[in-house]
């Protein structure tokens, strides 16, 4: 799979993406990450990416030209003008980062996971020219009910979300997959007694957080490791591990439970 980052700071990206899963991804070649300067596509002498907006206000937005010309750059391919029905292809997301975008989940990562390239643009200052959402952007994308000064932390995070997924990129399979928000709720042991709790229990269980997990030693300044996890009863450890995923879902993230 092939990530694509269009940025003014392409020297953020020096670091965040070369450690852990995402550096193992790309040494094995499961995973290519290309950065793109935007400023390459400026025409002025400044290499200005931004102006001021229609009809006033505070701040700048970036200008619709570069970042036109950056994505056809990258993709070899004009991307349409007034009237024409832009594509990028059924297997290439172009993903605009913006705090005005749908909200990204584990869904939204398995739905890139199925995809062989993603352009991200990362946005920056007051906002991005609108035409850029409406006619390049396949998708435009926030992680958060927050306001970041762009959008090159959430593409970073989105990389790694979605590598998480690739056939390969983790040691274990299995991780991926009993990890809160996977589609097999806290666990196998969870996953295995889901014939039993009928459709609508079922899809809950889909967005429950992880349970809890204990190392050694199985004593710490007087905090002890729950019996039930030292006792070799699997049953019971499965029920333990569903009831405390439930409860940590109730008290840090009660939403979802509504959901």
Known sequence: MRFDLITIFPEFFTGPLDYGILRRAQETGLVEVGIQDLRVFTKDKHRSVDDRPFGGGEGMVLKPAPLFEAVEYLLGQPMGASGENISAGPKTGIVLLSAAGKLFDQE????????????????????????VAEHLATEEISIGNFVLSGGELPAALIIDAVTRLLPGALGNE?????????????????????????????????MILDFPHYT????????????????????????????????????????????
């Open 108 to 131: 939204v990562a398995r739905r890139f996971a199925q995809l062989e390239r993603i352009v991200f643009i990362c946005g920056r200052y007051e906002g991005v020219d609108e035409r």
């Open 174 to 206: 299995a991780s991926s997959q009993n990890e809160s928000f996977s589609e097999n709720g806290t666990g196998g042991e969870i996953s295995r007694e889901r014939q039993t709790l009928g459709p609508a229990r079922s899809a809950r269980k889909k």
């Open 216 to 259: 050694r030693p199985a004593e710490y300044r007087g905090w002890s490791v729950p019996e039930v996890l030292l006792g070799g009863n699997h049953a019971e450890v499965a029920k333990w591990r569903q009831e405390k995923a439930m409860e940590k879902t109730r008290r840090n993230r009660p939403e979802l439970l509504d959901e």
